[in-house]
């Protein structure tokens, strides 16, 4: 999507092993979040962030850490993957203010945790 | 707790029909409401949202309604086209949650040619 990278696109691991996901935005927008989309949950909110280094949890975010030292960037850690954590996970972004509740996402990283 | 919850995960509609696509919430301070639509491996896009204050809004080919008393809101499609074919979300924000969004789990729309 326009504005909005996500990397990997693709990855599988093993259990045990730490992961990082990578959001990287060009629009200078001041939030960012991360979802993880699993069949008959939707979508989940894991982190999300304000600012830089103002983060704050989701509603899953045990097993999962998020760094964000610059605008533009949004890490989300797997300190030590589980198969639960397999998923398909999508940052997102939106410039706040009175535009706050409509996000544009990114294309997404499948995660396989073996 | 399923706050937003989308009771048909698929629907299958003849092209031209009407698509409607329906949402029900829990949580009465939800007071934005918001229509997502995803394509496979691709992010979602926002489609359409009301706010609580309205009953009706409409974009094109698309409208969505909401009736609070009944904390339900729908999206219509008119008429459907093989393009609209997609996983579609609802999603609120409001209250405690303030601007973050809660989903629903998804409704796979096919519109057969």
């Known amino acids: 999507d326009a504005g909005i990278t996500q990397s990997p696109r693709h990855k599988v691991t093993e259990t045990g092993t730490p992961v990082t996901l990578r959001c990287h935005q060009t629009?200078?927008?001041?939030?960012m979040y991360w979802y993880r989309q699993d069949p008959g949950h939707g979508l989940r909110l894991i982190h999300y962030?304000?600012?830089?280094?103002?983060?704050d949890k989701g509603e899953v975010s045990d097993g999962y850490s998020v760094s964000r030292s610059k605008t533009e960037d949004f890490l989300l850690t797997l300190e030590s993957a589980t198969s639960s954590q397999t998923s398909v996970y999508f940052c997102?972004?939106?410039?706040?203010?009175?535009?706050?509740?409509?996000?544009?996402f990114g294309a997404g990283s499948r995660l396989t945790v073996l | 707790d399923q706050q937003v919850k989308q009771n048909s995960p698929s629907l299958s509609v003849q092209e031209g029909r009407i698509s409607i696509l329906n949402c029900d919430y829990t949580?009465?301070?939800?007071?934005?409401f918001l229509w997502y639509k995803k394509y496979p491996a691709e992010g979602p896009t926002f489609l359409i949202s009301?706010?609580?204050?309205?009953d009706k809004n409409e974009d094109g080919r698309f409208t969505v309604f909401l009736n609070k008393s009944a904390k339900h809101l729908s999206l219509h499609i008119v008429p459907s086209q093989p393009g609209d074919s997609a996983v579609y979300f609802c999603?609120?924000?409001?209250?405690?949650?303030?601007?973050?969004?809660?989903f629903g789990t998804g409704t796979r729309l096919a519109v057969r040619p």
């Open positions: 997102a972004i939106t410039p706040g203010g009175s535009g706050a509740n409509v996000l544009t």
């Open positions: 629009e200078n927008h001041r939030y």
């Open positions: 962030s304000y600012g830089v280094k103002d983060t």
């Open positions: 949580n009465s301070m939800f007071d934005y």
């Open positions: 009301i706010s609580s204050i309205k």
């Open positions: 999603a609120a924000s409001g209250g405690s949650s303030g601007d973050k969004l809660t």
